[in-house]
């Protein structure tokens, strides 16, 4: 049986964001025929790194070969990588810049440090203790022995960040700079508008810098499980494209939708940002040949990797009002401080989760195997498919018997407008197939740690001092309102 970590061993040179393909090959001329010209060896490439070679076949050198590759418990990793984290101060961006750091990559990143402004706005704060950007990358260096590059740089600030793009001239980007909370879009025009043009501004411009500047790198973009909607037919939510071999049939004809994107149905202009963020690199990926893996990713939650629990002062934020905070987050956090846990409507939402760990884990399988030229990939991150009251009873059962607490669920009106019964059918195959993914957490666990952390005096205190914000109060249909209990004391 082959490694899962080495599941890359066998790529090419094809795949490695450090070669360069000479005589100014215009793929899109070539169109589809580049890959079959590659593989019969009429394509040939210089490596950047290895410009002793010369000229050669893509195809020759695997990534097991090539010295310039080193094997790592998550498959082979091009040495010293040059990363470019667009987001970097946020819940998880932080985290990914000290794993790929302790990895040996070269990180780099922006960001326009607006989330800890517009969750200040909110009245809201992180309820773990965060330094200043500069703080925790001098703890960084000190704690980890690693260097992080930093500039306060606006994504949507095109001439800043092109400057930035063209010095570091990165081998692979992560597109983490974008506003991610549904509620907050569904606020007011206001806040809708700047969710829109931040995340779609910012997407666009880092297509251009990646065509004028970083051609070969690759990127990952963080797309979301809620582009998909839960389609009440339930047809499967397949990883983004639809398989060779689904069909469309209409009366008596048939047609293949093979390798076609599936239909979005977005839940909340943040999801609708997210939509067109698909498309923009969609189109990029086959105009000027970019390669990109767009990862829809479920409900995020936790607040734990091997780099974050060195020490408190690597923290990464974590939010837990109505705005910022997604449901585990915020349930475990209710119940620290005995408010009640808030089950929106029926609570048979379903939706799929994955832990901080998790995610990191696959993002960093992604930027280890980059797709090909001119390839537009998308997987599917998800571990866990719950419901939200499942969700609430395990943690207020977690609360209630391990830690002495007094947990209440409450029902309430739901401020969203949103399906709350519906199949869920989640396809997740590819990261665990094509890229050696397997989970290293569980729900429960991450619910006990989250409870250990979130119960130091320093976190209890700073959720007492957000707890008004606990409470939802943003209706998707428009305005606020102080919302009905439906049912008080679920059982659990
Ligand atoms: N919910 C409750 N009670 C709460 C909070 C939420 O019942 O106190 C319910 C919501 O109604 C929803 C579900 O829990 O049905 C998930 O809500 P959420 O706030 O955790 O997540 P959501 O708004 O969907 O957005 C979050 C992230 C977003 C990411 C998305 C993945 O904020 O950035 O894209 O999860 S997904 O949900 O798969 O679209």
């Given at each position: 049986m082959t490694d899962p970590a080495q599941h890359?061993?066998?790529?090419t040179c094809w795949n490695c964001p450090a070669v360069e393909f000479k005589g100014h090959v215009d793929f899109r001329a070539c169109g589809q025929a580049a890959f079959s010209r590659a593989a019969e060896g009429q394509l040939v490439v210089e490596c950047k790194r290895r410009e002793e070679i010369g000229y050669f076949d893509p195809m020759s050198i695997t990534y097991d070969a090539c010295p310039e590759y080193e094997a790592t418990e998550f498959g082979y990793l091009l040495r010293g990588m040059r990363v470019m984290i667009l987001g970097m101060d946020g819940y998880l961006g932080w985290p990914l810049a000290l794993k790929l750091a302790k990895l040996g990559c070269q990180v780099f990143g922006i960001d326009n440090m607006l989330r800890r402004e517009l969750v200040a706005e909110r009245g809201a704060q992180s309820v773990l203790p965060i330094g200043s950007m500069q703080e925790r990358i001098e703890s960084a260096r000190e704690l980890l022995g690693v260097e992080i590059d930093f500039r306060p740089i606006d994504l949507c600030d095109r001439e800043e960040f092109f400057a930035y793009v063209e010095e570091v001239k990165p081998e692979a980007f992560v597109q983490y700079a974008e506003i991610p909370s549904a509620p907050y879009s569904m606020a007011s025009v206001e806040t809708a508008t700047k969710t829109i043009y931040n995340n779609n501004i910012g997407t666009l411009n880092l297509m251009f810098a990646m065509r004028d500047y970083a051609p070969e790198a690759s990127m990952i973009k963080l797309g979301t499980m809620g582009e998909y909607g839960s389609p009440l037919t339930g047809r499967p939510l397949f990883e983004g494209l639809f398989p060779g071999d689904a069909v469309l049939q209409h009366g008596d004809d048939e047609w293949s939708l093979g390798g076609e994107l599936v239909p979005r149905d977005p839940v909340s202009f943040y999801h609708v940002s997210k939509v067109q963020g698909t498309f923009t690199m969609y189109e990029s990926c086959k105009y000027w040949w970019l390669r990109g893996i767009d990862v829809m990713q479920g409900v995020v939650y936790g607040l734990h990797t091997p780099e974050l629990m060195t020490d408190p002062s690597l923290n990464t934020r974590f939010d837990i009002d109505e705005w910022w905070g997604t449901v585990i987050n915020r349930f475990v956090a209710q119940a620290v401080v005995g408010a009640p846990l808030t089950i929106f409507g029926s609570g048979n939402q379903i939706r799929g989760y994955i832990t901080v760990a998790d995610a990191m884990q696959c993002m960093i399988r992604l930027l280890a195997s980059p797709p090909e030229p001119g390839q537009y990939e998308v997987v599917n991150q998800v571990t866990d498919v719950l419901s939200v009251r499942e969700l609430a009873q395990t943690v207020a059962r977690i609360g209630r018997d391990e830690f002495d607490l007094t947990p209440t669920i409450q029902r309430i009106e739901n401020p969203r407008v949103e399906a709350e019964e519906h199949p869920y059918e989640v396809i997740h195959e590819k990261l665990e197939k094509d890229f050696g993914f397997s989970s290293q957490s569980n729900v429960e666990d991450e619910i006990r740690y989250m409870f250990k952390r979130l119960m130091e005096p320093s976190s209890r205190e700073l959720i007492e001092a957000s707890r008004?914000?606990?409470f939802p109060k943003t209706l998707w249909s428009g305005g606020e309102k102080t919302l009905e209990v439906v049912e008080a004391d679920l059982d659990y």
């Open positions: 890359n061993a066998g790529k008004d914000t606990l």
